[in-house]
């Protein structure tokens, strides 16, 4: 790559498009430090060819170089709105390597506060509290994000089962709900549903959605773990068992 680099340096007009297949190849052969070197020179001297930030970082994180790779992953978040989500979970996994609990809230609350006010920014600022021992804060960090995306599925099941944790099942079921209107195939959040209308009494409500579940199971990822038992049972107890064995 140094070779080819001063090569691309004494090209008045060099072929980006060919350089990008280049770093590519690279990196498809594995030969992550050349592919690193060559994504580096494109973003440096072409940085409006923003998929390269991704590509680059995906390099860097084969190469364990996390600070590097977050870097890169970090100016994809915020240049290309087509691959955020997935720069934001790289992101993530970066700090995770790198940074304590705490260095992580720091940080995510950076990125909220200045540079992308997403779903998935949002859920990671509150993971960080939860692993911080934040658990509150967390919760408040979902409902402040749900006032901006009220209807994303990823933020009412991650606060809806986080409130199902505390124990505060009331609060969680409206959660729960609003996920089961977005998405109507959700198996496991009517099992989820169950157990909180079991723990505020409401076994009318909990059985009907066991009903729901049974009709959702075989279309669910998880269907392996919902049994015909699940639904014959007659007691109180066993139906709280079944919901809380599914997760």
């Not at 705490?102 to 992308?116: D, F, P």
């Not at 199902?164 to 409206?174: D, G, H, Q, S, T």
């Amino acid at each position: 790559p140094d070779h080819l680099i001063r090569i691309f340096d004494t090209i008045p007009r060099p072929n980006v498009a060919a350089m990008i297949d280049a770093a590519r190849h690279l990196a498809d052969a594995k030969q992550y430090d050349y592919a690193a070197q060559l994504y580096h020179y494109l973003r440096k001297n072409w940085p409006q060819y923003r998929v390269t930030y991704l590509e680059e970082g995906m390099v860097w994180r084969a190469l364990n170089e996390f600070e590097r790779a977050s870097e890169c992953f970090l100016a994809a978040v915020t240049a290309y709105p087509l691959f955020s989500a997935e720069a934001v979970w790289r992101l993530s996994e970066c700090y995770e390597n790198m940074l304590e609990p705490r260095e992580r809230v720091a940080k995510w609350m950076e990125i909220v506060n200045e540079k992308l006010k997403s779903e998935y920014t949002y859920a990671h600022l509150s993971q960080a509290l939860i692993d911080d021992g934040q658990p509150d804060a967390a919760i408040e960090v979902y409902r402040k994000a749900l006032r901006r995306f009220p209807h994303s599925e990823h933020l009412n099941v991650k606060l809806g089962m986080l409130l199902m944790l505390k124990n505060r099942y009331r609060e969680a079921i409206p959660r729960l709900r609003e996920v089961i209107l977005v998405n109507p195939e959700r198996a496991d959040v009517y099992i989820a549903l169950v157990e909180a209308y079991i723990q505020v009494g409401d076994m009318k409500t909990a059985c009907e959605r066991i009903a729901d579940a049974r009709a959702k199971a075989s279309r669910f990822p998880r269907s392996c773990q919902i049994r015909q038992v699940y639904f014959e049972s007659s007691g109180v107890q066993a139906l709280a068992c079944s919901c809380r064995r599914v997760f």
